[in-house]
């Protein structure tokens, strides 16, 4: 797998495709302009960001007890396949 930054373009995309929505539907304009404008949503993503490019590059191998206590902190346990 290549490591692969995403672009605001891809989460955006990502954010309302989840949802449901098109990209230019007033829903995700909204979400958009929050995110933009936002600094606690700033600093959420960029600490989600830095964390698995931190994982990625030590290729750290976490107990599957801290690996779910992380997700839980990150409020990413819907994120898991």
């Not at 995700?28 to 949503?41: E, F, T």
């Not at 960001?49 to 346990?77: C, G, Q, R, W």
Request: charged fraction near 35%; proline fraction near 2%.
């Amino acid at each position: 797998m290549k490591n692969e930054k995403s672009n605001c373009k891809d989460v955006m995309r990502h954010i309302c495709e989840s949802l449901g929505e098109d990209l230019n539907s007033e829903r995700c304009v909204a979400i958009k302009h929050h995110l933009d404008d936002c600094p606690n949503c700033k600093n959420y993503f960029k600490t989600v960001e830095l964390t698995i490019d931190y994982y990625k590059k030590y290729e750290v191998k976490l107990p599957e007890s801290a690996h779910n206590k992380l997700m839980s902190f990150l409020d990413l346990n819907d994120c898991e396949e």
